[in-house]
């Protein structure tokens, strides 16, 4: 059972330190999707690098004491349901996907109307995504390294 | 034209290593060549001013390589028996290339030979409109009206997010119905299997 202990502590604290800014970074890029290249999805891949961080570090059965699947679950069908929401608010007041925020002051954060909201939602949802299917794939390690026979 | 120079070694580079990830007799070596290849498109998307989907596909790359190592890595027993016959390869790569070049000429090669031909010549994408035989397309009202129209500075993020946000629920849509798969495919073996070891 090494698997439930994980890695050396210098990689668990390293980690600990790191995964952090990490997920910062990750949302940094989804927030400034319309200033600057990146977007939602590249950020919630690397929010759910962080995760992955975690997951591998710490070994699964530890991690999924914080990172719960039921989380993940949770977090990937509520990046999905607000995209819809923002596309049915936007149907609302005029056509789906309407921009129903002002526009605001080029190069501001907060401007572009809706982009940023749905920034917001799809890094969420991707994130919480591909962390739920790194989750589930580890599971599937587990169950191949003993053979039942 | 350095710039294509190198675009084109990259893209001998990427087929060298796809053909090294089918043929490897281990599983972590053809993970290993995949993850050549996707880095190497990176650059190109890179090179081609393509900012974000470099940022996209570098950690896209980097987050599969390390779920597939940390899959493949323990499992060796289960590294698929593919037949090394390199005759049926080439035969294979031959048939593609083929149907490729038929599929180029059947479309009339490329524009600036006649008035047959639709395929744009490389970098002038057909929404761009720049060449004769093709409608003026969208792209250019799309860079025209980002500013005002959207207010975002990034015009990609502009396209996937407003102008063709549907697109952008098609694909958000996709990785849920994946993901769903994975779940369903995947945790529950797991989680029984789990529950038996412990």
Redesign the interface.
């Known amino acids: 059972m090494k698997q439930q202990h994980g890695m050396t502590s210098i990689v668990k604290n390293t980690a600990r330190l790191v995964s952090g800014f990490i997920a910062i970074f990750g949302v940094y890029v989804a927030l400034t999707g319309h200033l600057g290249p990146g977007g939602g999805f590249a950020g919630g891949v690397i929010v759910s690098s962080a995760g992955a961080l975690i997951v591998l570090a710490f070994g699964r059965r530890l991690a999924t004491k914080v990172i719960t699947d039921e989380v993940v679950h949770v977090a990937d069908a509520l990046g999905a349901s607000l995209f819809l929401l923002i596309a049915v608010l936007g149907f609302l007041t005029g056509a789906f996907f309407a921009s129903f925020i002002p526009v605001g002051d080029l190069g501001h954060l907060k401007s572009a109307g809706t982009i940023p909201l749905s920034n917001l939602a799809i890094l969420v949802k991707v994130g919480a995504g591909l962390l739920g299917a790194f989750l589930a794939l580890s599971a599937f390690r587990l169950a191949g390294k003993e053979p039942s026979s | 034209m350095g710039a294509e120079l190198l675009i084109v070694i990259l893209i001998v580079f990427m087929l060298v290593a796809a053909v090294i990830a089918l043929e490897a007799d281990d599983l972590l070596s053809s993970v290993i060549a995949m993850g050549a290849a996707g880095f190497a498109l990176s650059v190109i998307d890179l090179l081609v001013a393509a900012?974000?989907l470099?940022?996209?596909q570098v950690?896209?790359e980097?987050?599969m390589l390390?779920?597939l190592i940390?899959?493949v890595l323990?499992?060796r027993d289960?590294a698929a028996a593919l037949s090394h016959d390199l005759l049926r390869t080439g035969i294979s790569l031959l048939a593609c290339g083929v149907v490729l070049a038929v599929v180029f000429f059947a479309f009339g090669g490329l524009a600036e030979n006649g008035p047959a031909g639709v395929v744009p010549p490389f970098g002038e994408p057909v929404l761009a409109g720049g060449n004769a035989t093709v409608e003026p397309g969208v792209s250019k009202d799309y860079l025209e009206q980002t500013?005002?129209g959207?207010?975002?500075?990034?015009s990609?993020?502009?396209v996937?997010?407003?102008f063709r946000?549907?697109d952008?629920?098609g694909?958000?849509?996709v990785?849920?119905a994946?993901?769903l798969g994975?779940?369903a495919l995947?945790?529950q073996?797991?989680?029984?299997?789990?529950h038996?070891?412990l």
Do not use: C, H, Q, W
């Not at chain 2, 959207?150 to 990034?154: I, K």
């Not at chain 2, 073996?189 to 789990?194: A, P, Q, V, W």
């Open positions: 900012p974000d470099a940022i996209t950690v896209v980097v987050i390390v779920l940390r899959v323990k499992r289960t500013v005002e959207t207010g975002a500075v990034n990609v993020t502009a996937l997010l407003d946000a549907y952008t629920l694909e958000a849509t990785i849920f994946s993901v994975v779940y995947l945790r073996i797991g989680r029984r299997k789990e038996l070891t």
